[in-house]
């Protein structure tokens, strides 16, 4: 027999064995085609508005109104807090640059971090660098391995950790427990989050995309 014939025979059983060798990829739950195609339709959206209300409780005090935010481009939001009959409790309007709070009895503090001022000035500790992300269901800050994605590929939780050289570092615990449908997306309706003691939830009844 030819011995040209007979190596070609050789080498062809020896190609598939070396390809089964191969090592799979590692996947996680990012690598979701439906959290994929969910998560690259919002994370461009840089403009829109929602309306809700707001429960803020921590082991001094507790807080609940209505609530309107309006996102106005990268890191540019109105958040107001206000009563049944429209009287404001407070006013928050932050850009990438600096951030100013009026509050109802017509005090005003300004600062250049949203999380720090009102922390300070209200002793609410809210992740709002990142709840402008975060409030229409996409992680920022996160890692990767620190998110749960929902069968639709919608966000069920994330978790995030603030790094503090000063003190203890601040754990956030996001869980999203509803979905409701707005120009055909899922956005979410009931947001939860956790640090420590305090805990922040939002109930959204409508969405402006």
Known sequence: MNTKFITLIFVSFLLP?????????????????????????????????????????????????????????????????????GNTYALMNSTPDWTTLETADERFFEGPNASALIAQTLGWKLPLNYLSDWIKGVPTGVGRDKIAINTDGTLQSLTYIEQSSAQQNKVFNVSYEKYLSSDNKQMPAKIRIIEGDNKLILSIRSWEI
Do not use: V
């Open 17 to 85: 064995a070396c390809e089964n060798k191969r090592a799979p990829q590692a996947t996680t739950e990012w690598d979701d085609p439906l959290w994929q195609a969910n998560y690259k339709a919002l994370k461009p959206i840089q403009t829109f508005a929602l309306k809700g209300r707001i429960g803020i409780s921590n082991p001094q005090d507790s807080f609940s109104s209505n609530f309107h935010w309006q996102q106005n481009g990268y890191k540019s939001f109105k958040f107001r807090m206000y009563g049944a009959f």
